[in-house]
Each structure stands twice: as structure tokens, then as C-alpha cells.
């Protein structure tokens, strides 16, 4: 069937069901907005800026597990895509970016807005298209939906000429398209899968980290089958938050910089690792020499560029995870002696218990883990959580015990201030039954606080529980801690009154001030049907603790007030 | 030193070879890699191959085990690129052509750079009234041999194109 290039843009996101996209028109991007008028196929959302289009497409592909399809113009539209595309790239989240192009007979000669969006994509897309032969206009279109899926997901990026999208194009789109040079190596091979169950059969402690991978892959089940048959600890990555039910006796939650001691302990005194669909970023290792030292490590991961790059691994499994922990698990069914854990079981009992600390402190100024502590009685087990990034996301993350996967949506590798909010409205648009919260920053709401409107428009309505200490909080922290308390650049002084704010955007809000009063507020935010904000004033000298010094080692952590009894533990 | 870290081991010269999609974009794709995770190139080649549509590119690197791995391992993530190997040096045959244009003073210079040549395979490609250009084919070893033969005539001006290969 032959149409404008604009149209079949708009045939192939209707193919895809992509049926939300998120975007800003300008000069070279308006075919395509044309041919949007009519379509109920495709729901666009305009955000308020580009930026905000793009972290919803993520918000909306991790929550749903779909591909997030966002739009912009060229030049500074497209520019202004480019975090969001990093982000989404460091994460692995299948998101397609569009975005317009000045004219082919214009291209290189630095026309109006006009920018190398194919040069400038390149290294952060798994893959991207110029697109300047209409021809190759649905093929390239199939190609980005495929490729973003397909084995390690991630973003890809397409660069449309305004003539493309007005050139006459046939529009012949397959349901399936084989890539013959990129085929990711799916099924896990039988001998690893069995060399992996001997391993960890003879494991006497044994420790499974999960990772992001095991989210993309929806192998939750099959994870936490798995640790109940080895009666193994499972720690998370920050990204493989949600892969298993914290409240489950054998997870420990989170690892790494501002995880938990337990977590951490576990991670650094096992004899056998298995790691499955986590990359062993710094901030989960620490000083390299000194992780992990006793442990026989195998490392489960779809892309075997993953395997061996930052620790050298005893059994590399390249496959997806969930293929891989099946046949583990079956493998694992057929080993007949195991080794006894039960000491180790004991062990991790004890430092579980220990690492239980009461955060239901009473003080005022407001104690930040108070407010999570407050969060995870509320809120309602289909409900959404999305994090900005900085200290309200690490007490979020050390404290929230998120249980269902796709719902817990945070920045992991490119820690992006202002992903909160689009994110959260990207997921609402997604999971619009499901009630969407994002625990939010002062300073990282305020970098994308326009989307609000972007909210209220569009009847997507989200609640902000703003952590409101008055500072660049983590940057603080590190200062504090690390440079002698020369505070640079960091101490937010005039600020916006929050609750004004979200008033001014047609949204509703409170402020709160006591500990007493948190419980409520939530619940008025969950139900407000609007977008709603939760201005907490908290204690500005809270820190987010423990912590590994960066560089430092997972063993040797700063402990908080409240880590007496687990930090004696760890020790012993 | 613990064996997990990604410590220094033995570092030496790497060949990798690879057919890539012919598509506009793909070299920077791949110089992209290596720039961006911190791998050196020390050469590179490219043309046709024997398919259509497919170049053949041979990268020269030097690095430890490991690295290879990577940088073998992200050149083959890439969509455009078909496949990459490593060429072991004892398994593939390599080439290098140089140019060189050299200062002859007089009649006996201009006689022994031609005896030079011919010991060398290589070609007088251009004379000049001060200078004659010659074209040498061989393993690096050869030409790196020729160039120290060539210095004391005084070079002008040299180029070589860097290492291609094919495996035996």
C-alpha cells in the first residue's frame, strides 16, 4: 500500500501497538504530527519539554515491558532527547527515539536546527538510523522496534528528514524480521547449565544476585524458585529491584554502595555467586580486589561482552535469564549430593534479623527513612514507585521493599536527576489503574517540575513525595564526608514554595512537617485522582547510610546510628 | 594481585579482522568503540570484499588478553558488523605497502637506493631531479627493516598504509 512516509510512520507505531507515544512537535517533525490528526490508534502525550518525553517513554517501557516510542524535532528537540537516550542505554530499556531532520538536500549544511543526531545517538543507541532514502523508510521503522527488544533491549534511535516523512513510500510492514547479523545467543548451552548446578550444589554459601536482566527477561519466578531449592540469600542490583518480593525469607534487598549490610556481607563472603543479568558496575563491587574473594562466580547475562568485563568469571552462562535459571533449576533437580548450607543458612538468618533496624523514628525534623518506612505500610501492592536520583532515591532504595517487578522504576547507570516525574507519568500512561508515587528530591523535581502540567492535561495523575532537605543532598553528603564539609554549590537557596507550585499547575498539595502527619498525606496522594505533592520537610542532616566510601570495599562500610547491632555482626 | 580484577597482564600487538556491512556510518561505529572504552588502534584498513555490499577491515591493536576479548566481543554487538576474529600471526598472512619518497644527492646514492630496491622487492615508482619515490610490499618487519635502510639518505616525505591480513 503506498502513502506519505509520515503516514507510514504513524501505520508502523499502530503495528507495534505502541499506543502512547510521548513528544514535542517543531519545524521538521510536523508530517508526521499531521498524519497523527484522526489516528485513535496512537495516544500522543505532549510533555512540556523533550526531555520529559523521553524519560515517560522509559517510565512507560519499564513499567509495561513494551517498547516507549518518543518524538521531537531536529536539532535542539533532538538534543534535548540525548539523556534520556543514555539513560535508557545504560539501563537496557527498549525505547525507539523519532526525531525530525532538516531536509536531505540540506543535511551537512548546517541548515536551521539543524544537528548530526546520527553522529550524536551513536555511541549511546544500540543502534540508530539515518534515514535519507524513503525506501528504506519501513524497513528501517521494523528494524528500531525489532532491535530494541531483540536479546539485550535498549534504545534506538531514527532520524527522519522532513522529506522522507513527505515522500511517497510503500508501506509493507512484517510482523517478524530475522537480522542476520545480529542473532543474541538465546538458549543457555546443556554443559555450562551443568557444570552451574554442580557448582552450586557444592556450594556451602552460596548467594544469587539479581540484576535488571532478570526483570527484562520475566524470569522473577524462576529466580525466586530457584534461591527456595538452593535455600540460597538473593541480593538485588539497583536495577534488579522488584525481581524478587523483599519481604521473601531469602532476600536480602539491595547490595552495593548504599545497600545493606547484610546484603553486602552475604555478597562478599560466599563461595559460589551466581549473577544473573547484572554487569557488576562499580557501585555494586566496590574495590575490585577485595570482591568477593572466596567466591566462585557465574555469571548468567545475554550480551557475553558483559561476561569478564569488570570481574573475571569461574563460569560464563551466555544466554536469557530465564532460559538459563529453567535450566539450572532442572539441571540442579538431577544433582544428588549437595553440600550442607545450613551454617551459612543460620548465618544469614541472624545478620537478616540484625539488619532489621527500627526506622520509625519519631523526631522532628522528619527522619527520610520515617517517610519510606511510612510508604511501604501505604502503598497498595499494584502500586508504582519511581525514584529521582540522589539521596531520596537511596533511602527509597535501602528502605522501600518493593516485591513486584516493573514496579519499582528507577535511574541505575546514568543516575538522571528529573527521571522521576516523566517516568512516573510514562508508567501511569501505561498502568493507568495502578497508582503511580515518586519519591522525589527538592533539587532533581525542580529540573523537570513543568511536567506536572504534562500530568494535569493528560489526566495522568501521579503523586510526588518530595524529600525536601533544602540541598543538593548526596553531592552534600559526599562533601561532608569526604572533602572536610566545604559545602560547594550545593546548599538550594531560594526555593519555590512546593505546595504553591503544584497549586499553580492545576494540581493539589501539602506540606508536612511532623512525623505524625506523613501516613495521611500519602493517603491523600494515592487517592487524589490529580497530580498531587507531598512537601516533607525533612531532617537536612540526615544522611543516606551505610554507605561504601567509593573505591572503599563492600566489607568496610560506614555504618549509620542505627547499624550498632548489624555492623557487630559482620564482623565477628 | 586477585585474579578477578581486571589487572595488567602481558600487553602485545592484536590483529582483528572483520566483514562489516557496507553502510555509511559503519566506520565510526567502529572507531567509536574503541575510542569510546578506552582500546587503541594502531592501524586500520578497509575495502571490499569478495561479497558485495561487505567490507573487510583489519585493525591492528596492542593490549592484553582481556582487552582483545572485549574489543572483539562490543565489534560484534554492533548490528552492521557480520563478524570479527583474531588473527593469530603464524595463521594469516599480512601485508603493509609504504611510500616513501627519498633525498638522492647523486648518481652513486640514486644507484645504491636502487640496489636497495631490488634486494627489497620494491618498486621505483617516480624520479625525480633530487628524489625517487619507492613502493614497498611486505610484513611490517620488512618495512620497518627498509625504513632504517632509507635514513640515511635523508627521507622526505613516507606513508604507509597500514596492516591488512587474511587468514591462511
Known amino acids: ?572 | 594481585m586477585n585474579e578477578k580484577t581486571n589487572g595488567a597482564q602481558a600487553r602485545k600487538p592484536y590483529i582483528i579482522s572483520m566483514l562489516v556491512e557496507d553502510k555509511f556510518g559503519v566506520l565510526q561505529r567502529i572507531s567509536g568503540v574503541f575510542s569510546r572504552r578506552g582500546f587503541n588502534m594502531n592501524t586500520i584498513t578497509v575495502g571490499r570484499s569478495e561479497q558485495q555490499g561487505v567490507s573487510r577491515m583489519t585493525i591492528t591493536t596492542t593490549g592484553d588478553k582481556r582487552m582483545v576479548e572485549q574489543i572483539i566481543k562490543q565489534l560484534n554487538k554492533l548490528v552492521d558488523v557480520i563478524k570479527v576474529i583474531e588473527l593469530e600471526e603464524n595463521e594469516c598472512v599480512t601485508r603493509e605497502i609504504a611510500l616513501a619518497k627519498v633525498h638522492v644527492k647523486d648518481y652513486a646514492a640514486r644507484n645504491e637506493l636502487t640496489n636497495f630496491t631490488n634486494i627489497f622487492r620494491g618498486k621505483i615508482v617516480d624520479v625525480g631531479p633530487n628524489s625517487m619515490m619507492i613502493e614497498i610490499t611486505g610484513t611490517s618487519d620488512k618495512i620497518d627493516g627498509f625504513i632504517e635502510l632509507l635514513k640515511p639518505f635523508g627521507i622526505k616525505e613516507f606513508v604507509r598504509t597500514g596492516i591488512t591480513a587474511l587468514s591462511k
Request: overall charge neutral; proline content about 6%; glycine content about 10%.
Open chain 1, 1 to 572: 500500500m503506498k502513502m506519505s512516509g509520515a503516514k507510514a510512520i504513524v501505520e508502523a507505531l499502530k503495528r507495534e501497538k505502541a499506543e502512547t507515544i510521548f513528544g514535542y512537535p517543531g519545524g521538521v517533525i510536523m508530517p508526521f504530527y499531521d498524519a497523527l490528526i484522526g489516528e485513535e490508534g496512537v495516544r500522543h502525550v505532549l510533555t512540556r519539554h523533550e526531555q520529559g518525553a523521553v524519560h515517560a517513554a522509559e517510565g512507560y517501557a519499564r513499567a509495561s515491558g513494551k517498547v516507549g516510542v518518543c518524538v521531537s524535532t531536529s536539532g535542539p528537540g533532538a538534543t534535548n532527547l540525548v539523556t534520556g537516550i543514555a539513560d535508557a542505554f545504560m539501563d537496557s530499556i527498549p525505547i525507539v527515539a523519532l526525531s525530525g531532520q532538516v531536509v536531505t538536500s540540506l543535511i551537512g549544511n548546517d541548515a536551521f536546527q539543524e544537528a548530526d543526531m546520527f553522529g550524536i545517538t551513536m555511541p549511546i543507541t544500540k543502534h540508530n538510523f539515518k534515514v535519507v532514502n524513503a525506501k528504506d523508510l519501513v524497513p528501517s521503522l521494523k528494524m528500531a522496534f525489532t532491535l530494541a527488544q531483540l536479546g539485550r533491549p535498549g534504545p534506538v534511535h531514527v532520524d527522519l528528514p522532513k522529506d522522507i516523512q513527505t515522500a511517497e513510500v510503500e508501506f509493507d510492514y512484517p510482523d517478524k524480521i530475522v537480522i542476520p547479523t545480529y542473532q543474541p545467543k538465546i538458549e543457555p548451552h546443556p554443559i555450562q547449565v551443568k557444570r552451574a548446578a554442580e557448582l552450586l550444589g557444592d556450594a556451602e554459601r552460596p548467594v544469587i544476585m539479581a540484576g535488571g536482566g532478570v526483570i527484562s527477561s520475566n524470569a522473577s519466578r524462576e529466580l525466586t524458585k530457584l534461591a527456595e531449592m538452593l535455600m540460597s540469600p538473593v541480593v538485588l542490583t539497583l536495577m534488579g529491584k522488584g525481581a524478587m518480593d523483599e519481604r521473601h525469607p531469602l532476600c536480602l534487598g539491595m547490595a552495593g554502595m548504599h545497600g545493606r549490610m547484610s546484603a553486602n556481607y552475604v555478597l562478599n563472603n560466599c563461595d559460589a555467586m551466581l549473577a544473573v543479568g547484572c554487569r557488576f558496575d562499580d557501585r555494586i563491587t566496590g574495590d575490585l580486589k577485595h570482591f568477593a574473594p572466596e567466591a566462585k562466580i557465574i555469571h548468567i547475562d545475554i550480551d557475553s561482552a558483559e561476561i569478564g568485563k569488570n570481574v573475571g568469571v569461574e563460569l560464563p552462562i551466555v544466554a536469557d535469564a530465564r532460559k538459563a535459571l529453567t535450566a539450572i533449576i532442572d539441571a540442579l533437580a538431577k544433582v544428588k549430593k549437595r553440600k550442607d548450607s545450613s551454617e551459612w543458612q543460620k548465618r544469614m538468618k541472624e545478620l537478616m534479623e540484625a539488619c532489621e533496624c527500627d526506622y520509625g523514628c519519631n523526631s522532628t525534623p522528619i527522619h527520610p527513612a520515617r517517610v519510606i518506612w511510612e510508604l511501604n505500610k501505604l502503598m497498595p501492592k499494584n502500586g508504582i514507585i519511581t525514584t529521582e536520583v540522589g539521596q531520596n532515591q537511596m533511602w527509597a532504595m535501602h528502605f522501600f521493599k518493593a516485591h513486584t517487578p516493573r514496579h519499582y522504576i528507577s535511574s541505575g547507570g546514568l543516575g538522571t536527576m528529573g527521571f522521576g516525574l516523566p517516568a512516573a507519568i510514562g508508567a501511569k500512561a501505561a498502568c493507568p489503574d495502578k497508582p503511580v508515587l515518586n519519591v522525589a528530591g527538592d533539587g532533581s523535581l525542580l529540573m523537570v517540575c513543568q511536567e506536572f502540567t504534562t500530568s494535569v492535561e493528560h489526566d495522568l495523575p501521579v503523586t510526588a513525595l518530595v524529600m525536601n532537605n533544602n540541598w543538593l543532598g548526596m553531592v552534600k553528603q559526599w562533601q561532608k564526608l569526604f572533602m572536610k564539609g566545604r559545602y560547594s554549590g550545593t546548599k538550594l537557596g531560594k526555593m519555590p514554595d512546593f505546595v504553591k507550585l503544584i497549586d499553580a499547575f492545576g494540581g493539589k498539595g501539602e506540606r508536612v512537617e511532623r512525623p505524625s502527619e506523613i501516613a495521611e498525606a500519602i493517603k491523600h496522594g494515592l487517592k487524589s485522582g490529580v497530580a498531587y505533592l507531598i512537601d516533607v520537610l525533612i531532617d537536612p542532616e540526615a544522611d543516606v547510610l551505610p554507605m561504601v566510601p567509593p573505591g572503599g570495599r563492600v566489607d568496610q562500610m560506614i555504618p549509620s546510628d542505627r547499624c550498632g547491632k548489624i555492623s557487630r555482626l559482620v564482623k565477628r
